[in-house]
């Protein structure tokens, strides 16, 4: 450890490891053990992770948890909360606190589903193009360019509409739409490393391509794309409930928090039936803001500037 | 410039062009034919048949494609199922109110993002840093939908300040004043996320350029504060923002659809739901392009204002 840089020298000598002063002096620090120290000291990347945490927990005891059934029908509808429904039922019937409980798995399994979708696509095409290079590059580029040219949300509203509205196809199509970013990353990401010591040293010493994408080059570029998937779970998430709000995403009788928001498009709810949309907004809101949270946490503690 | 441009047009075509197949190609997916909405459930098949012969549906998805590329060139879009007038009309009509929805959305957006970047850029880790911080990471958690719902119980239902939604109340004489009180919340709503997501860039942005060695010079030169923000950092801050302008269009069109189906606003994105819900697919593919070509041209005028923002861009 060489002298302390004041904040504002970080542009002259912005080394990714930049010093600090409070680790203990004289004993070496292993890299996950710093990632983990850095991100503990973002405190609301901590509270985020918890609650985080808690939402998995909830979709997964989700029969556990709920009070009743999420898709009887009781006869009291339009009923305000109170002993029987703790958040009332919604028009038609409907325990609206077990919807909202069993609801949690419908936007997790999307986020969780369509990151591991893009991710998958992106870093594969990512890494192909940066490595290979020229055609291989110039073609999964312009393949870039076009997705990227349509309006994403666009896109995913008319492919869903066309494919049929369900769980795993809305997954598959916005995990297939929200790979360019990441290609791109991961392609330029790429460009870098090829040029450095041990890749050279890898390719002098014969290992095959594949070798040398995935032992060598992936795990450089691990940090951007962990950030970059993080914000991606969030934004599946309104994604999902964007669709599923505008009656192209989940449809009931299965529960998802965005179509219990379509009630609230009658006036009568929405002046006068708050249990029925407030709930399931404020929880799509708490689940994004805790997702986006651990994303900027992750950042810092990885230090991965996003391109 | 000019060369630069040409070749980026050039480089456009290719890729334009694989917008139309793309889309094509998707809307050509589609169970059930246009043909059914003529059709009743008492209709032979011979009629069936008759209907699909006229729509040109019995031919090859290689001819159709051809055809409709030709008529595309031509400026031709095909009619509207559902409004039976030819689609290039119906987005003419449906263009205008989204502009206006969008441009408001931006201006406010900037209008509230630059000054508040800048504001606590230099107050780095101070109370109001951290509301600034703490409040854009609400607005860009918060979906279009559910704010645009809390805003209309809110300042139209229990305030009654502004109208629930419309472009303009139905059956009233009109003018301005009732327009833009009818703009007012769905641009807040648009406005939102792309202020919420522009303040961190103007923040973190203004943070490097406070920290070059210019401003440093500046200081030793003795320069005030405010001379120092507004002339030295300022435009050189503002360079990276241009380029978060282009991907915020994206952004832009996709809450557009959401917002003006909350708040009824009869533009592009509302259009785009009822095609969606009528099968109208000339209008939905009309739809695609022209979005897709606004984002084509906005990438490209966002190129272009990078250069005369920050003149030690060149073009290659």
Known sequence: MTATAAPGDAGINAAPDTVDTTRPAGRAESALRRVVRRYLKHRMAVVGLVVFVLLILMAIFAPLIAPMSPYKIFPEYDAAPGAGHILGTDSTGRDVLSRLIYASRVSLTVGVGAVLVYVIIGVTLGLLAGYYGRWVDQIVMRITDMFMSFPYFMLILVLVSVIGPSLLNITAVIGFMAWPPVARLVRGQVLTIKESDYVRAGVSLGYQAPRILFRHILPNTLSPIVVNATFGVAQAIILESGLSFLGLGVRPPAASWGNMLTQAQSITVLADQWWMWVPPGLMILIAVLAINFVGDGLRDALEARQG | ?316
Request: net charge positive; no cysteine; charged share 10%.
């Open chain 2, 1 to 316: 410039m000019i060369p630069y441009i040409i070749r980026r047009i050039l480089i456009g075509i290719p890729v334009l062009w694989g917008v139309t197949v793309i889309n094509f190609v998707i809307i050509n997916l589609a169970p059930g034919s246009p043909a059914d909405l003529y059709l009743t459930p008492t209709s032979t098949p011979n009629q069936v048949a008759m209907m699909r012969h006229q729509l040109g549906l019995d031919q090859p998805i290689w001819v159709r494609y051809v055809k409709w590329l030709g008529q595309l060139v031509h400026g031709d879009l095909g009619y509207s199922l559902q409004n039976r007038i030819p689609v290039t009309q119906l987005l003419g009509e449906r263009i205008l109110p989204t502009l206006t929805l969008m441009g408001a959305s931006l201006v406010v957006a900037y209008a509230v993002a630059i000054p508040f970047g800048i504001f606590v850029a230099r107050r780095r880790n101070t109370a109001a840093d951290y509301g600034v911080v703490g409040l854009s990471f609400l607005g860009i958690s918060v979906p279009h939908f559910f704010l645009g719902l809390v805003m209309i119980y809110v300042f139209a239902v229990k305030l009654g300040w502004f109208p629930t939604g419309n472009i303009m109340t139905l059956g009233g004489p009109g003018g301005l004043v009732d327009r833009v009180e009818h703009l007012v919340l769905p641009t807040l709503v648009l406005a939102t996320a792309i202020s919420a997501n522009m303040v961190r860039y103007v923040r973190s942005s203004m943070i490097d350029v406070l920290g070059a060695d210019y401003i440093r010079t500046a200081r030793a030169k003795g320069l005030g504060d405010i001379m120092i923000t507004n002339k030295h950092a300022l435009r050189n801050a503002l360079t990276p923002i241009v380029t978060v302008i282009g991907v915020d269009l994206s952004v832009l069109l996709g809450g557009a659809i959401v917002t003006e189906q909350i708040f009824q606003w009869q533009g592009i994105g509302l259009l785009t739901i009822q095609a969606i819900q009528g099968r109208d697919y000339s209008v939905l593919m009309g739809i695609n392009l022209i979005a897709a070509l606004g984002v084509f041209v906005a990438n490209l005028l966002t190129d272009i204002a990078y250069g005369v923002v920050d003149p030690r861009v060149k073009y290659s």
